[in-house]
């Protein structure tokens, strides 16, 4: 499996931080306000796969979650700080969306693999990964996918560069 590694340059950086500092005042999500670190690693994320898809991206706008598409493009993200972090759906999680783990660092990306939510559940239940009730958050039902069990980043048009590169 191969990961995608992705530098975020001064004015990336810069972008993100504005774009957090707007999620923060104006989104929430579901059922809670997010917070200024949580929309920073989150937008980070988003950006490095913009840049390694090479798909435009602002990282704030007005448009709900209901109606968008993806984080980026067609693509949604999730992003930890974690560097052994899993790809975690949750039971909302929309099916058929291929979605890209973010590992974030504090100027460096890595895209480590992406996985269809219908796929995930079958790995799980074939005994690789778990399957847990949260309460923490929102009552539920989340599916963990560690970064071995993940698609590999060859597989999406990956656009390689000196900001994007294989790992």
């Given at each position: 499996m191969t990961a995608v590694g992705v530098?975020?340059?001064d004015d990336d950086l810069a972008a993100c931080d504005t774009w957090a500092d707007l999620r923060t005042e104006h989104w929430q999500v579901a059922t809670r306000e997010t917070n200024?670190?949580?929309n920073l690693y989150g937008v980070k994320g988003?950006?490095?796969l913009a840049?390694?898809?090479q798909i435009d991206f602002v990282g704030y706008d007005i448009?709900?979650?209901v109606d968008r598409r993806g984080d980026v493009g067609e693509y949604q993200v999730k992003a930890t700080l974690h560097k052994d972090g899993h790809l975690i759906f949750q039971q909302q999680h929309r099916m058929g969306v291929q979605t890209v783990l973010a590992i974030v660092g504090a100027n460096k990306v890595k895209l480590a693999g992406w996985l269809h939510f219908d796929t995930a559940k079958t790995i799980v239940a074939s005994g690789t990964g778990r399957k847990e009730w949260r309460n923490d958050q929102q009552d539920t039902m989340t599916w963990w996918l560690p970064q071995h069990a993940l698609e590999g980043m060859e597989w999406l048009p990956i656009v390689y560069g000196p900001e994007v590169v294989k790992l």
């Open positions: 530098l975020l340059n200024y670190d949580e988003e950006l490095a840049k390694a898809l448009i709900r979650e």
